[in-house]
């Protein structure tokens, strides 16, 4: 069987374990061939360090796809995460107009806020830009917030089934793609994946901590990419992505780190392995 090739698009934020720090390494250690579209380069993600460096590689993005595609490259699954402005969305769509075809998965992670509101910089018209992006895409795995944002829903204190399996078909309804909600907690102590792939709902979920770091989206993202690069079922790439997400938040709180330096997913890497049967 040849190797599975992945190309990941997203920006390198140097310090902070997000993004392409995060994609890289763990897609690669599923044994997946990892190339990157760098959308731009920043010393630190934005959440929470004062002053970061911003280098936007907007116009480098389809050129860089143009030529893979002028040398024949061609990959089995694209991954999207954070995209820094709207005019990046859209050649990110360009790029993905040349480099999707009818067999490979795009799986697009919209990266834009959290806790009920949009990350800083992202104006109340970036959600619509990003669903076009969500329209092209196979998988998406927005959390509640930028479900609702997509979905141009308000957002409810009462977070239950009724309300999540609503806001999932209104996303279906919308992009066509399979729906992974993430960070989705019904009781207290547990916090999972609710996913909606057109026909049936299931959750998957786990142990809930009292703790929030950077960084666990692009972890979950990462490695359900890797697992269905890995031919497993979504559902069985939920159930791994959701435990591999909650061992490097366990392991993160016992090393007792600053919160905004992300979250200790190298340390897990071999539970990685175990997961996927990779010897
Ligand atoms: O983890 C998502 C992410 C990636 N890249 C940058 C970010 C964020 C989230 O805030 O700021 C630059």
Not at 174 to 184: C, D, E
Not at 217 to 241: E, Y
Not at 242 to 259: L, R, S, Y
Request: with cysteine; aromatic share 8%.
């Amino acid at each position: 069987m040849s190797q599975k090739k992945a190309v990941a698009i997203h920006d390198i934020s140097g310090f902070g374990r997000c993004s392409l720090t995060v994609a890289l390494p763990l897609i690669s250690a599923a044994g997946v061939q990892t190339s990157v579209i760098p959308t731009a380069v920043l010393s630190t993600h934005t959440g929470g360090f004062k002053g970061n460096t911003f280098c936007d590689l907007t116009n480098d993005i389809e050129p860089i796809a143009a030529h893979w595609k002028r040398e024949n490259i061609s990959f089995d699954a694209i991954y999207t995460g954070y995209l820094c402005s709207e005019a990046q969305v859209l050649s990110v769509i360009s790029a993905v107009e040349l480099l999707k075809n009818k067999n490979n998965l795009l799986l697009v992670d919209p990266v834009m806020g959290d806790n009920g509101k949009l990350y800083s910089g992202f104006s109340a018209k970036y959600p619509q830009f990003m669903l076009r992006l969500c329209k092209r895409a196979d998988i998406i795995t927005p959390n509640i917030t930028e479900a609702a944002a997509l979905a141009c829903l308000p957002l409810t204190d009462k977070l239950d089934r009724e309300y999540i399996e609503l806001l999932s078909k209104k996303l279906y309804s919308l992009t066509k793609a399979k729906i992974v909600l993430t960070g989705v907690s019904l009781q207290e102590k547990h916090i999972g994946a609710y996913v909606f792939d057109g026909e049936e709902f299931f959750y998957i979920s786990t142990e809930k901590l009292p703790v929030s770091y950077h960084g666990t989206g692009d972890i979950f993202a990462s490695v359900l990419t890797a697992s269905l690069l890995n031919d497993r079922s979504l559902k069985a790439a939920v159930q791994i992505a959701v435990n591999f997400t909650a061992g490097c938040i366990k392991q993160t709180v016992a090393d007792n780190v600053d919160p905004r330096y992300g979250v200790n997913f190298e340390g897990q890497i071999p539970n990685l392995l175990k997961f996927l049967e990779i010897k």
